[in-house]
């Protein structure tokens, strides 16, 4: 049996309830977008949810840094089958388990596809395990982030009130939707100091996609500037647990509630199979 008719097997025996995939992603860096990612985790974990967060900003050891932890190995590890899927997977705040992305591991930047299917291969073995998989990506319209994005079930879109990100959030939508096939974007403006600020905001990234995109936007919130971020980041702690009560947390708990109790995209049955049918579709390697 080739290698493309095994994986296409595998998934036709799964037979478990599909893990929710989450990916984060900004049009540009600096939006907070890791911080929403490492505490929405923290979030589901408290409501029970069985929680993976993938460290997608490959190269660059962001979620480690605000969980605290030292993670013993990280994904290029994996990659190079020096560890398993379980090896690598460290612990984090309430139990979330953490696959870490490594610092300065130039290597990662771009995964070929060959790195593709091992990643795959070794999440499909640990899917069981979770509930809710938060992939947090990196910045931009990379190719890291248009298969990451591409392949999970929910996009999860973080902007600011600068004029900047409101470009680069839209050149995001347009490359998503048009050559990833992600139709529904859920957006947080963040940091914005009201409410009707940050929906004035998304208005108007809706209505330069409204014109050009097939693209939907959902609003789901806006987190306020809060000093108490600054300091959960230097103290190494998820700013929902150091500070529960701050405006932040408080905005976030919010957000996380609008998430995770509503279900997921009808257009997407659910579960890691789309990446791995992203792979299965675009990859020479599972072709072969």
């Known amino acids: 049996m080739d290698q493309a008719e095994s994986l296409r097997q595998m998934l036709a025996e799964r037979h478990s309830a599909p893990v929710r995939v989450i990916a984060t992603t900004s049009g540009k860096g600096g939006v907070g977008k890791t911080n929403i990612s490492s505490n929405l985790a923290v979030l589901a974990a408290k409501s ?7 460290d997608a900003d490959l190269g660059l050891a962001n979620v480690e840094i605000i969980y605290g932890i030292t993670p013993k190995y990280h ?33 990662l930047t771009q995964l070929d596809d060959a790195q593709k299917l091992r990643l795959m291969t070794g999440l499909d073995a640990v899917e069981d395990a979770f509930d809710v998989v ?48 992600v139709e529904h974007f859920n957006v947080i403006v963040n940091p914005c100091a009201t409410e009707a600020i940050a929906r004035d905001i998304f208005e108007k990234l809706c209505t330069v996609t409204r014109r050009f995109l097939k693209a939907k936007l959902k609003y789901i919130g806006f ?19 150091l500070f529960p009560q701050s405006p932040a947390s408080r905005a976030l708990a919010t957000i996380g509630a609008k998430l995770f109790d509503e279900p997921a995209p009808v257009q997407n049955a659910g579960g890691l199979k789309f990446l791995w049918q992203r792979i299965l579709r675009e990859s020479p390697v599972a072709a072969g």
């Open 48 to 54: 029970g949810k069985r929680v993976l967060i993938v």
């Open 75 to 107: 994904l290029g590890d994996l990659l190079d089958g020096k560890v398993t899927m379980e090896e690598v997977l460290a612990t984090g705040p309430g139990g979330i388990r953490v696959l870490p992305a490594g610092s300065g591991v130039s290597s």
């Open 134 to 181: 938060i992939i947090d990506t990196g910045a931009g319209i990379g190719e890291n982030v248009r298969f990451f994005v591409g392949g999970a079930q929910e996009a999860l879109l973080v902007v600011t009130p600068e004029p900047t990100s409101l470009t680069d959030a839209y050149a995001s939508v347009k490359v998503l939707s048009l050559e990833a096939g």
């Open 223 to 241: 987190v306020p500037r809060d000093e108490n971020l600054h300091r959960a980041v230097m103290a190494q702690k998820p700013l929902v647990e």
